[in-house]
């Protein structure tokens, strides 16, 4: 196996060099050239073992293994029931590497070697987001027909904090965490690394690390292209990745230490009233494009319902972050259709969440999130109808009804 990878690295080299680049990609070889820079990267625990041998890695305290509790609800019971349920996470770290290459807009990491770092990308792969036009540069390293190092070489010490996707959610339990782990890189050598964020940061990205006490001065926007760097700070990914498919192969790396981190920070940095919360809340989606996610049919209704509890609809896209805080730190029953603004619900002190899902599509995020944390979910499944929700309104008011008493 070994050998065969090799060749095949061999042979996507000399085709490169006699033919070029797109003449590569048009071969098929290119197709396969992943597997080679994917054996050859550099792990989780390799990295560790070479940070650890230059005494360059820093340790937090480790976690103790999480538990997900059985739902009481059939429906969602059966659903879950393939994913696992016990997770034990890795200790977490920060290290330097030195000598490195970080290319793309996701500011992928390669050793002075080409060898890539598994570290600096959530998935098994790098995505094709995180590339873009410096993706013939990634496989040319990758592949070690590209050495040469980038003259831009300006930082002795990098950390990039660019979330691969699109989604709130990603960014808020993958990503913004690592600001903790590299606090303690500070507290522990007195040294503090350029932050790299993302090219023309999205307002979420701007106002968390603003709230988290990251204002703009404090980070650098990342040019999307290639950079030397004396030294690359990493710390532990966690991903957050189901497999719907086949869940018992999902990537899901939960932290509780993370969300409560996340918690602290936020509210830390916000005024609000302790005593209040007990409102009743409905995260509307009905703003939202329809590709991110489904509408509900009769929501006029189901508006009128969460009125008769004192309850009110609020669209979080026309909220700044801090005000999305300060609503969730006030409430007591937090009611929405599966999305990433129910994440808030961290910032709730032992909320009701209600999560509404359409009976043909029910996912594990938001669960997992309330079990971690401690709260009373009880979910809502839905009929629907040309891929929107039609709620049945007297089981809502039913559901409603008895969970009021909670808060």
Same mark, same amino acid.
């Given at each position: 196996?070994?050998?065969?990878?090799?060749s %095949?690295?061999?042979?996507?080299?000399?085709?490169y060099?006699?033919?070029?680049?797109?003449s590569?990609?048009?071969?098929?070889?290119?197709?396969?050239?992943?597997?080679?820079?994917?054996?050859?990267?550099?792990?989780?625990?390799?990295?560790?073992?070479?940070?650890?041998?230059r005494?360059?890695? +820093?340790?937090?305290?480790?976690?103790?293994?999480?538990?997900?509790?059985s739902?009481?609800?059939?429906?969602?019971?059966?659903?879950?029931?393939?994913?696992?349920?016990?997770?034990?996470?890795?200790?977490?770290? %920060?290290?330097?590497?030195?000598?490195?290459?970080?290319?793309?807009?996701?500011?992928?990491?390669?050793?002075?070697?080409?060898?890539?770092?598994?570290?600096?990308f959530?998935?098994?792969?790098?995505?094709?987001?995180?590339?873009?036009?410096?993706?013939?540069?990634?496989?040319?390293?990758?592949?070690?027909?590209?050495?040469?190092?980038?003259?831009?070489?300006?930082?002795?010490?990098?950390f990039?904090?660019?979330s691969?996707?699109?989604?709130?959610?990603? +960014?808020m339990v993958?990503?913004?965490?690592?600001?903790?782990?590299l606090?303690?890189?500070?507290?522990?050598?007195?040294?503090?690394?350029?932050?790299?964020?993302?090219?023309?940061p999205?307002?979420?990205?701007?106002?968390?690390?603003?709230?988290?006490?990251?204002?703009?001065? #404090?980070?650098?926007? +990342?040019?999307?292209?290639e950079?030397?760097?004396?030294?690359l700070?990493?710390s532990?990914?966690?991903?957050?990745?189901f497999?719907?498919?086949?869940?018992?192969?999902?990537?899901?790396?939960?932290?509780?230490?993370?969300?409560? +981190?996340?918690?602290?920070? !936020?509210?830390?940095n916000?005024?609000?009233?302790?005593?209040?919360?007990?409102?009743?809340?409905?995260?509307?989606?009905?703003?939202?494009?329809?590709?991110?996610?489904?509408?509900?049919?009769?929501?006029?209704?189901?508006?009128d319902? %969460?009125?008769?509890?004192?309850?009110?609809?609020y669209?979080?896209?026309? !909220?700044?972050?801090?005000?999305?805080?300060?609503?969730f730190?006030?409430?007591? !029953?937090?009611?929405?259709?599966?999305g990433?603004?129910?994440?808030? #619900?961290?910032?709730?002190?032992?909320?009701?969440?209600?999560e509404?899902?359409?009976?043909?599509?029910?996912?594990p995020?938001?669960?997992?999130?309330?079990? #971690? !944390?401690?709260?009373?979910?009880?979910?809502?499944?839905?009929?629907?109808?040309?891929?929107?929700?039609?709620?049945?309104?007297?089981?809502?008011?039913?559901h409603?009804?008895?969970?009021?008493?909670?808060?």
């Amino acid at each position: 196996m070994l050998n065969r990878t090799i060749s %095949i690295a061999n042979k996507a080299r000399r085709h490169y060099l006699e033919n070029g680049f797109k003449s590569l990609v048009e071969s098929g070889i290119y197709n396969l050239v992943q597997k080679p820079i994917k054996n050859n990267s550099i792990s989780r625990k390799e990295l560790k073992k070479i940070a650890s041998d230059r005494g360059r890695i +820093w340790y937090m305290d480790q976690e103790e293994n999480i538990t997900i509790s059985s739902l009481s609800d059939d429906k969602l019971k059966k659903e879950f029931k393939s994913y696992p349920k016990r997770y034990s996470p890795d200790q977490p770290f %920060i290290c330097e590497l030195q000598e490195c290459i970080i290319l793309g807009p996701g500011a992928i990491g390669f050793s002075e070697k080409g060898r890539l770092i598994e570290e600096t990308f959530s998935r098994d792969f790098p995505r094709k987001s995180s590339l873009k036009s410096k993706k013939f540069d990634f496989y040319l390293r990758g592949l070690e027909i590209k050495n040469k190092s980038p003259s831009n070489y300006c930082y002795d010490a990098v950390f990039p904090i660019i979330s691969e996707f699109h989604s709130y959610y990603h +960014w808020m339990v993958e990503y913004l965490p690592k600001l903790r782990f590299l606090e303690h890189y500070i507290e522990q050598t007195q040294k503090s690394p350029i932050i790299l964020v993302e090219s023309n940061p999205r307002d979420f990205v701007i106002e968390t690390l603003d709230l988290a006490g990251y204002p703009s001065d #404090m980070y650098k926007e +990342w040019n999307e292209l290639e950079l030397q760097v004396q030294n690359l700070i990493v710390s532990i990914h966690r991903p957050h990745q189901f497999d719907y498919q086949n869940p018992v192969k999902s990537n899901y790396n939960p932290s509780i230490k993370d969300l409560i +981190w996340l918690r602290e920070r !936020m509210l830390s940095n916000t005024q609000y009233n302790k005593r209040k919360n007990n409102k009743i809340i409905y995260i509307s989606r009905q703003e939202v494009p329809s590709e991110r996610g489904r509408k509900v049919v009769n929501f006029k209704s189901l508006i009128d319902i %969460i009125h008769e509890f004192g309850g009110e609809s609020y669209v979080l896209e026309e !909220m700044e972050f801090e005000e999305q805080v300060k609503l969730f730190a006030e409430s007591g !029953m937090i009611i929405g259709l599966h999305g990433a603004g129910l994440l808030n #619900m961290i910032f709730a002190d032992d909320p009701v969440i209600v999560e509404i899902f359409p009976s043909d599509v029910i996912k594990p995020h938001f669960y997992f999130i309330a079990d #971690m !944390m401690g709260f009373t979910y009880e979910p809502f499944v839905s009929d629907s109808k040309n891929e929107e929700l039609v709620i049945d309104e007297g089981k809502f008011r039913d559901h409603i009804a008895t969970l009021r008493s909670e808060i």
